[in-house]
């Protein structure tokens, strides 16, 4: 998103999608009700099918619609115009507005799932600059995949249509400097901080030092976490045909630039 790290950038254009079996009428109605459920789409007539095809934001101030990405690589375009917008301090902080309240009161179509850490420095909202209904967040400490991160991730891909997934490192994280400290002493974290730590030790880059060391696993384990996510069957068919991407990328705190790592 810099002229000094490589840019995020799409996977070209969206194909369309082959139709797989058609489902149960008893799975039909479950989905129907989870999705209900979960995307708080309004039980008053509205469609849930929505959420799935839609492609225009709420309404603006101005009573007109925003244009909703609807591809990975318009996704990608929007994150990184937000991202030069708080960069250099022009924040538009948008959807914020009573109408985009009243319009999300009855359902949801974020672009994006942003996976980032829980660091109270990086919020994925405003990094890239966006605002209610907009991306789907989920923050664990050093992004540290679990069941319930890979479900929440999985119910933003699969059932509401999200073409883009981000896994968001940043510089400076503290729950990476705890794994690789607690790897050269020997020590155990208290309570469950151990269990962050082991999954992260994997990513260790054991070819730098101090804290050359540290910056290096940052992008090691957004790297391991990025190909986990990908190699997802589920997943994977959908980047197969083009209808999803999943990127890594890193935040920086000093320039507040974020920028994908290869």
């Not at 979960?38 to 101030?61: C, D, Q, V």
């Not at 891909?157 to 002493?185: D, F, K, N, T, Y």
């Amino acid at each position: 998103m810099n002229s000094h790290a490589t840019s995020l950038r799409g996977t070209g254009p969206e194909p369309h999608a082959s139709t797989g079996s058609r489902p149960s009428a008893d799975g039909t109605v479950r989905r129907a009700l989870l999705r209900t459920a979960l995307t708080g789409a309004a039980a008053l007539g509205a469609g849930l099918g929505a959420a799935h095809t839609a492609t225009a934001a709420p309404a603006n101030g101005s009573g007109t619609a925003d244009p909703r990405p609807a591809t990975p690589d318009q996704a990608l375009r929007e994150l990184a115009a937000g991202n030069r917008r708080w960069q250099t301090f022009r924040e538009r902080h948008p959807h914020e507005n009573p109408a985009v309240r009243r319009t999300l009161a009855t359902a949801q179509h974020p672009f994006a799932v942003v996976l980032g850490c829980i660091d109270s420095r990086v919020p994925p909202e405003l990094v890239f600059d966006q605002g209610l209904g907009d991306l789907m967040t989920v923050r664990t400490a050093g992004e540290v995949l679990d069941e319930a991160v890979l479900g929440s991730v999985a119910f933003g891909v699969l059932e509401l249509g999200i073409p883009l997934v981000v896994v968001l490192g940043h510089q400076s994280c503290g729950a990476v400097r705890a794994a690789v400290q607690a790897e050269q002493s020997g020590e155990r974290l208290p309570a469950h901080m151990q269990y962050l730590v082991d999954r992260i030790r994997p990513a260790i880059d054991h070819s730098q030092e101090g804290d050359a060391r540290i910056d290096a696993t940052v992008n090691s384990h957004v790297r391991l976490v990025r190909s986990r996510l990908a190699e997802e069957p589920e997943f994977a068919a959908r980047i197969g045909t083009g209808k999803l991407a999943i990127v890594g990328a890193r935040y920086e705190l000093t320039t507040q630039v974020v920028h994908r790592l290869a």
